[in-house]
């Protein structure tokens, strides 16, 4: 028996190494010449006869000897994988935060699954938008977003003035000069909405993604801290394959 991560460990090289084993016994297989062999003798009728010297090339790859190279090979590969994947079936453990149990009975490769997606999942919830800090922002249900605090703001208008420079007199008309004046005509009633998230509630939701992928990360090596139960699978496989 074997810790779950020692598994992992030598799969990882292993595969490495079969990869290269399939590739070398490939390169053999696609040459026919290699497995053709053959003996050539010549006897003449009579013993004075021309002689022929004997032609003889040995068979260089035999079919037999290839499947069990590829025996040795695949063997303790399929019987890693078989174990590493009962293994990932029969282990379950308990994702907790602050000593509460958040996802109950999670397998060791949905917990490496999970781990990807809330680190995706961090990312996103930091590029919402956030909420204007220069506004006062309630949440409105009516509307189903946030609301601002109304602003009342004045519409005018360019109202012509006159103004009397110099009063008329018996000599003189009166001087009057004319100038635009900005009249209030109305207001208006300003209120702004935003589908944004308040900087504390993005902030909590950040702390609470990183504080849940923490615990994936810790029940991701309490799951690989477990024994494995060795799986033999190899020989049974080729056993019936090769009759």
């Not at 010297?53 to 069990?68: E, G």
């Not at 174990?83 to 453990?93: I, L, P, W």
């Not at 949905?110 to 919830?125: E, P, V, Y």
């Amino acid at each position: 028996m074997a810790k779950l991560c020692q598994i992992n460990a030598l799969l990882t090289g292993k595969k490495t190494a079969v990869e290269k084993d399939k590739t070398a016994v490939y390169h053999k297989i696609q040459k026919p010449a290699l497995f053709v062999g053959l003996s050539k003798k010549y006897t003449s009728k009579d013993d004075e006869g021309e002689t022929v010297p004997d032609d003889f090339q040995k068979v260089q790859v035999k079919a037999k000897d290839i499947l069990q190279e590829v025996r040795a090979y695949m063997v303790n590969l399929l019987d890693l994988t078989a174990t590493q994947d009962v293994a990932n079936c029969e282990v379950k453990v308990d994702v907790k935060v602050d000593g509460k149990v958040v996802l109950a009975g999670m397998p060791p490769t949905n917990l490496l699954f999970l781990d990807k997606q809330l680190i995706d999942l961090h990312t996103l919830i930091g590029t919402i938008p956030t909420l204007d800090p220069g506004e006062n922002w309630t949440y409105s249900q009516d509307a189903g977003c946030y609301v601002s605090e109304k602003r009342v703001t004045t519409k005018t208008k360019k109202t012509p003035q006159h103004h009397v420079k110099y009063e008329a007199t018996k000599e003189h008309p009166a001087q009057v000069e004319m100038y635009f004046e900005d009249v209030v005509i109305g207001t208006f009633d300003n209120l702004k909405f935003s589908g944004a998230l308040s900087a504390d509630d993005r902030t909590a939701m950040l702390n609470r993604v990183s504080k849940l992928r923490d615990a994936v990360k810790v029940a991701r090596e309490e799951a690989n801290a477990i024994e494995a139960k060795e799986k033999k699978v190899g020989d049974a496989i080729f056993d019936y394959i090769l009759g």
